[in-house]
């Protein structure tokens, strides 16, 4: 079976861009959660899709958004980037039991 | 709310000693507990878990770790470390009446560096 594959692996963007991440969960996973991990931090919850419905969210704004697709890969949209936004955003999929399988993430910077 | 504590930011050790990486969890509810490894540049992988049932779990590669309820911690530990095991070790709770929704609560990792 396939992992969680994210794309691109790296990118850089200039502060006041949007960005959009991608995601494909593993095969038989309907449940897409995505974090934020800062340098030197652990990750922080995003928020989590469930059948194509956002079912959790974190401590984030609203111009972190999301959408999963019917084939429950999914994406997240940044809009007006900040420098405070770069960071290591891991995508993690489940089968709904809170046992997560993490892709290998996409490194943003912001300048 | 729930919070995780890594008591250690970083722990050195010299191959084939022992080490415990040592978490501490906080929350009102039952509880799944994690521990996930991340080398340098890569994502999080998974490394053992508690969801019910025995209290000690094992990893393929030697680490184990024991849920404590009482003392809402759950400690790795391997008695022998080698060269490959330097990393960053991350401990993670969920809520076990989430539903469909387990969102994990990380903490802020302890770097393990094992020396030769």
């Known amino acids: 079976e396939t992992g969680v594959t994210q794309s691109p692996t790296h990118l850089i963007k200039t502060r006041g861009q949007q960005v959009t991440l991608r995601c494909s969960s593993q095969?038989?996973?309907?449940?897409v959660s995505w974090y934020q991990q800062a340098l030197g931090q652990g990750p922080q919850f995003i928020f989590q899709?469930?059948?194509?419905?956002?079912?959790g969210r974190g401590n984030f704004p609203p111009r972190f958004s999301g959408l999963q697709f019917p084939n429950y890969s999914s994406e997240l949209n940044v809009n007006a980037l900040e420098l405070d936004d770069s960071a290591l955003y891991l995508c993690?999929?489940?089968?709904?039991?809170?046992?997560?399988?993490f892709g290998s993430g996409t490194r943003l910077t912001v300048v | 709310a729930q919070s995780v504590t890594q008591l250690d930011s970083q722990v050195p050790v010299f191959e084939e000693a022992p080490v415990e990486l040592r978490c501490n969890y906080s929350?009102?509810?039952?509880?799944?507990l994690f521990w996930y490894v991340q080398y340098p540049n890569q994502g999080l992988q998974l490394l053992l878990k508690?969801?019910?049932?025995?209290?000690l779990v094992e990893s393929i590669n030697g680490f184990e770790a024991e849920f404590n309820k009482s003392q809402t911690s759950f400690h790795l530990r391997k008695p022998s470390v080698h060269i490959s095991d330097t990393a960053e070790y991350f401990c993670?709770?969920?809520?076990?009446?989430?539903?469909?929704?387990?969102?994990?609560?990380f903490g802020k990792g302890t770097l393990l560096t094992v020396n030769p």
């Open positions: 508690y969801l019910s049932g025995s209290t």
């Open positions: 899709y469930y059948r194509e419905e956002e079912n």
């Open positions: 993690a999929s489940s089968h709904g039991t809170g046992d997560y399988t």
């Open positions: 095969s038989g996973h309907n449940t």
């Open positions: 993670a709770v969920s809520d076990v009446s989430g539903g469909s929704n387990y969102k994990l609560t």
């Open positions: 929350s009102s509810v039952s509880v799944y």
